[in-house]
């Protein structure tokens, strides 16, 4: 079982550019969400994606948006990326349904400059 | 708005002396509690969880103690071992009312314990 996988490990982008981060949640499990980590921080809700649609969100704004796949998969985009959107994006898996915890990713370190 | 609050940054302990790791929180929706663990370079790792049904829960080494009227909860390590060392972070949730997905999780700022051997 390869757990939940993401990609790039890291990521260097400037002001302005657009990035993609991806996900591939835990074996069985259907449901993915995004955090984002500042430093110093706990993690941040973003968005929760089931059923490949968004079923919750964070206090980001639109410039933060997503997708999942039939495979269970799921990406983030952000767009216009600003220097305070450097931070870890770590995603998660989950079972629907289920009060369980969820398992997550090593994350994807993102640098803007 | 932090509704969920761990006011230490950092917790040193004597290998084989009890760790203690508290966590207090604002919003009184919440009523599912865990405590995770991140190692550097690793995503956080489960390590245990609280209904508010419960004021105790135990796994081996770990309890999490939670206390509702003062919305403040506790995890204990006894013993320490150096292998826990981590950031630990406490997390609170609102639970299902319906079959769906679950809901988001809201982490504190986490607490770095460093066990000495």
């Known amino acids: 079982d390869a757990g939940v996988t993401q990609s790039p490990t890291h990521l260097i982008k400037t002001r302005g550019q657009q990035v993609t981060l991806r996900c591939s949640p835990k074996?069985?499990?259907?449901?993915v969400s995004w955090y984002q980590q500042a430093l110093g921080q706990g993690p941040q809700f973003i968005f929760q994606?089931?059923?490949?649609?968004?079923?919750q969100r964070g206090n980001f704004p639109d410039r933060f948006s997503g997708h999942q796949f039939p495979n269970y998969s799921s990406e983030l985009n952000v767009n216009a990326l600003l220097l305070g959107d450097s931070a870890l994006y770590l995603c998660?898996?989950?079972?629907?349904?289920?009060?369980?915890?969820?398992?997550f990713g090593p994350g994807t370190r993102l640098l803007v400059l | 708005d932090q509704q969920v609050k761990q006011n230490s940054p950092s917790l040193s302990v004597q290998e084989g002396r009890i760790s203690i790791l508290n966590c207090d929180y604002t919003?009184?929706?919440?009523?599912?509690f865990l405590w995770y663990k991140k190692y550097p370079a690793e995503g956080p790792t489960f390590l245990i969880s609280?209904?508010?049904?419960?004021d105790k829960n135990e796994d081996g080494r770990f309890t999490v103690f939670l206390n509702k009227s003062a919305k403040h909860l506790s995890l204990h390590i006894v013993p320490s071992q150096p292998g826990d060392s981590a950031v630990y972070f406490c997390?609170?949730?609102?639970?299902?009312?319906?079959?769906?997905?679950?809901?988001?999780?809201?982490f504190g700022s986490g607490t770095q314990l460093t066990v000495l051997p």
């Open positions: 998660a898996s989950s079972l629907a349904g289920r009060v369980e915890t969820q398992y």
């Open positions: 074996s069985g499990h259907d449901t």
């Open positions: 994606y089931y059923e490949e649609e968004e079923r």
């Open positions: 919003n009184s929706m919440f009523d599912y």
């Open positions: 609280i209904s508010s049904i419960k």
């Open positions: 997390a609170a949730r609102i639970s299902l009312i319906s079959s769906g997905s679950a809901r988001q999780l809201t």
